[in-house]
């Protein structure tokens, strides 16, 4: 399939091809959909194995995040940058500013942040060169602390779901990936109660979390097989596939990796076998209201940003309902939510308003 057979295929709108001959730097933009409003996606840097894969995941990163960005109410549409490579094997300020550089060539269709592979630093330093760079330091910071509380609101909708109470306390949890997100987690989580099991490919991460917290260190791919109440991914997506969803034993999958299902059959596969599943693109918005907070006509308030990451429980609860009462899988339930509040909006959306 040609590149725009599969763009029609999933709806995006752009996919941005950049180079920079000073720097090295190859990066894709994927803007998905811009019905809502500007695209707001962030910046992931990852040692992609071929040109394929990065096309692959910056389209299904972009069209995520434009699910995610309406599951969460926003006024913005969907869109993500990925790095492919560049010269110098680690980040550097020529680097961050080449790719502010051509992000403010969009004008405003594309608003990046901070994602795996890159930080707030870095997020300055791009600003400098757009102003259409988001998660800042003198603005909302790391997302992490408020994707970690979405999380974890979510993670008490699931378990509600899925054994009658929300009750923390004295349920294994399956933690993959010490990232920001993970250690908050985890924290809390160790605070409520919980028995940890943790993974990442990082030993001296899994290291740190069996001494603050006690929690029982697993190798990267035995954390399928654990004899737990709850799996949480949260490192990279497609974690649920035909190889791991037959060897997990839990009761219920939350977490903050996107694109969890590596396909969206997999969400019947849980189902199958009497898993809950959170979907993703709900449980892991708390960082974009977060990030979107500074966008708002008044500038960002933390407050505000804490109040609507906690109502993500809610919401996840919403999911699970409908997919009661229609007899269809919370991913499902997402996907409808999402998509239906996109098609409210393109309606009002064909009327012209003149600029003021």
């Avoid at 300055?124 to 994707?147: H, K, M, N």
């Avoid at 054994?163 to 306390?169: P, Q, T, V």
Wanted: proline fraction near 4%; glycine fraction near 10%; charged fraction near 25%.
């Amino acid at each position: 399939m040609g590149i725009f057979d599969k763009m029609a295929e999933m709806g995006h709108e752009q996919l941005v091809f950049c180079y920079d001959k000073a720097t090295g730097l190859r990066m894709i933009i994927g803007v998905h959909d811009t019905t809502l409003g500007p695209a707001l996606g962030g910046c992931r840097m990852w040692p992609y194995q071929s040109e394929e894969a990065a096309i692959e995941d910056v389209m299904r990163l972009s069209r995520g995040m434009t699910y995610k960005n309406s599951a969460m109410g926003l006024r913005l549409g969907g869109g993500k940058t990925v790095v492919l490579e560049h010269k110098h094997g680690e980040k550097n300020e020529m680097i961050m500013r080449a790719i502010g550089r051509f992000v403010d060539t969009l004008g405003g269709r594309y608003i990046t942040a901070e994602d795996v592979g890159t930080s707030v630093p870095d997020m300055a330093i791009a600003a400098e060169e757009s102003r259409f760079v988001a998660g800042l330091p003198e603005a909302s910071g790391d997302p992490s602390g408020a994707t970690a509380m979405g999380v974890y609101v979510s993670l008490k909708a699931a378990l509600q779901e899925a054994f009658g109470s929300e009750e923390i306390a004295g349920k294994r949890i399956a933690v993959q990936g010490m990232g920001h997100v993970g250690m908050i987690l985890c924290d809390q989580l160790h605070k409520d109660g919980a028995k940890l099991f943790v993974s990442d490919i990082d030993q001296a991460k899994v290291a740190e979390a069996v001494e603050r917290w006690g929690a029982t260190a697993v190798e990267p791919d035995a954390i399928y097989d654990l004899d737990c109440d709850v799996y949480m991914p949260c490192a990279l997506g497609a974690t649920l596939n035909d190889d791991t969803i037959p060897r997990l034993k839990v009761k219920a999958v939350v977490g903050s990796a996107n694109n969890q299902l590596k396909e969206p059959r997999h969400g019947k596969m849980l189902h199958d076998r009497g898993i809950v599943y959170a979907p993703d693109f709900v449980a892991n918005g708390g960082g974009v209201i977060n990030v979107a907070e500074e966008l708002h006509p008044d500038g960002y308030h933390a407050e505000r940003a804490r109040k609507r990451v906690n109502q993500i429980g809610d919401r996840m609860r919403d999911i699970f309902r409908i997919a009661r009462e229609q007899g269809i899988l919370p991913h499902e339930a997402a996907d409808h939510m999402a998509e239906e509040r996109i098609a409210q909006m393109a309606a009002v959306n064909r009327m012209f308003v003149p600029r003021r």
